[in-house]
């Protein structure tokens, strides 16, 4: 090479726009459903112990997560960068806002929703290979305090290795991520319609129809919020209308976690084809697709099955027992393979979105400098790495389980050790009230956006501005009020954790003093 000539650098790769609107819509859907809707009705009807509040419960999330989708629908249109809901809080109010949303998203919301819906997965597959078992020890529970241990059980192996896989599958370019997720969310969306089939037409049982529907409102059957929560009458888990508030806002944890992830299509907006036009239609789509299928869902396991045996399936299993009282015998094992499908479809829409968050992020100077990079496919692939290693290791805490009266450990009937469950329903506390926090701010970040540029182009407007973003904002406070007030041990560590979040921001903004500018942005 002549000495006058400098060598060319190679173009830096850019985000290829491969997500059309089905695209789009399928990784909505695929993402929001994963195992939730198949168990958490067990849950709440416990918690809210009638037919008609187990309904309203699911109507109430379908309700705000819709609100929600439309009125995040102005802010995809309005900056369809990839990132989505970081590049809205960066916007709306200050890098600061962006990096909490982000931290948070890495620590928890997103990696401990992925960890949590892969347990789930292999939870199921235990049903067809009972040798994959919580209690099946590779590494036996190691104690870490009087509530929490680690240990390594091929449950736990089996969550880990689909997590790996996945993350491998997606470092390999978008169009295999797409592939996967268009065929397994038309697999699981195929199997909740079969499910809805079986529960109103072959399953329809008189008894439980009767049961369920001749008295709608009176709570039976209901588990106390808190141990203590029976000795204070205001807020007794069986009467007053305040005590219901209670019970209906501590059930909405895992409607809205089933319901949960439909923003994940924003952090691809980079990659999706006129976006100002299809990132809307495909967040109201989405949603409104899932929002309706969850519901019938639940009317058809109220067809089949009395609401005790709700209240009290087997491990929560909703689903199974419904289909298990109409095909006898067999129900476990259809319903192992309609979650699997369903939950394996779930996590490649989590772990294909998570990493585009990470990505604008680190060209921010706020994340590791790898991860604002794509490789040759077009992906960030170091993105989709660190968090695969991080949610691996959020599967492998375990908590101690207690007597939720005495407080004494629980102990195996057979072998008399300590029992231990996984960490699932800790983090679905930690995950829902910390997404919640996101929510409201980013939603309060619409109105705080029509102030401060109101010149902006904004190809779709929120629907029902002011009124309907307003109202999200009233209910979804009042939700996190109640959980921050009567699920405080796992409330308050979400919490705590975004607040971490705010010196780490300081330090790295820092250690990396100004970001590298992408294309997204420059635009």
Request: glycine share 8%; with cysteine.
């Amino acid at each position: 090479m002549p000495a006058h000539e400098k060598p060319t650098l190679a173009p830096e790769a850019k985000f290829v726009q491969g997500l059309g609107l089905i695209d789009a819509t399928m990784l909505v859907a695929g993402s929001m459903i994963g195992s939730g809707v198949f168990i958490v009705s067990a849950d709440i009807a416990r918690q809210v112990g009638a037919s008609g509040w187990l309904l309203l419960a699911w109507v109430v999330t379908g309700v705000l997560t819709i609100s929600a989708a439309l009125s995040y629908g102005e802010l995809a249109a309005m900056m369809p960068r990839a990132g989505g809901q970081y590049v809205y809080l960066r916007e709306a109010y200050s890098p600061l806002w962006g990096f909490l949303y982000g931290w948070t998203l890495f620590l928890v919301i997103q990696t401990g929703t992925i960890a949590a819906v892969a347990v789930a997965f292999s939870r199921f597959l235990g049903v067809l290979a009972p040798a994959v078992s919580p209690t099946n020890w590779l590494i036996a529970p190691i104690n870490l305090s009087r509530s929490y241990a680690v240990s390594l059980s091929t449950q736990q192996a089996v969550a880990i290795v689909m997590i790996a896989l996945l993350t491998a599958i997606n470092t390999r370019g978008l169009q295999i991520g797409k592939w996967i997720q268009n065929l397994f969310t038309s697999a699981k969306t195929l199997s909740l319609i079969a499910l809805i089939f079986v529960g109103f037409v072959i399953g329809r049982n008189s008894g439980a129809l009767h049961a369920n529907f001749t008295d709608l409102w009176t709570p039976r059957g209901v588990s106390p919020i808190k141990p203590d929560l029976s000795a204070i009458p205001a807020v007794a888990a069986t009467g007053g209308a305040f005590g219901m508030f209670v019970a209906f806002c501590v059930s909405q944890v895992g409607s809205l976690f089933s319901s949960d992830a439909w923003n994940n299509v924003t952090f691809t907006a980079g990659e999706v084809k006129n976006p100002r036009r299809n990132l809307p239609l495909s967040l109201a789509l989405g949603t409104g697709m899932v929002t309706v299928l969850y519901l019938l869902a639940n009317l058809a396991y109220l067809f089949v099955l009395p609401l005790d045996q709700i209240q009290h399936a087997p491990d929560d299993r909703v689903a199974t027992a419904a289909m298990d009282a109409v095909f006898h015998g067999a129900g476990p094992t259809i319903m192992a393979v309609a979650i699997m499908v369903s939950t394996f479809g779930c996590n490649n829409g989590l772990i294909l979105s998570g990493a585009r968050v990470y990505y604008a992020m680190a060209r921010d100077g706020l994340f590791f400098r790898s991860t604002g990079r794509l490789n040759p496919r077009s992906v960030p692939a170091m993105g989709l790495v660190w968090q695969g290693v991080w949610t691996c290791v959020l599967v492998l805490p375990r908590v101690r389980l207690r007597d939720p009266i005495s407080g004494a450990p629980l102990l195996d009937a057979v072998t008399g050790l300590p029992r231990y469950g996984n960490v699932y329903s800790t983090l679905l506390d930690y995950v829902i009230f910390a997404v919640l926090i996101f929510y409201v701010l980013t939603i309060a970040g619409l109105f705080v956006l029509r102030r401060t540029r109101p010149q902006a182009e904004r190809p779709y407007r929120a629907f029902g501005y002011p009124v309907v973003p307003a109202l999200y904002l009233v209910v979804a406070t009042a939700i996190m009020l109640v959980l921050l007030v009567y699920q405080t041990e796992t409330s308050l560590p979400g919490l705590l954790i975004v607040l971490l979040g705010v010196p780490v921001y300081f330090w790295w903004k820092r250690r990396n003093r100004g970001g590298v500018a992408s294309p997204e942005d420059a635009q």
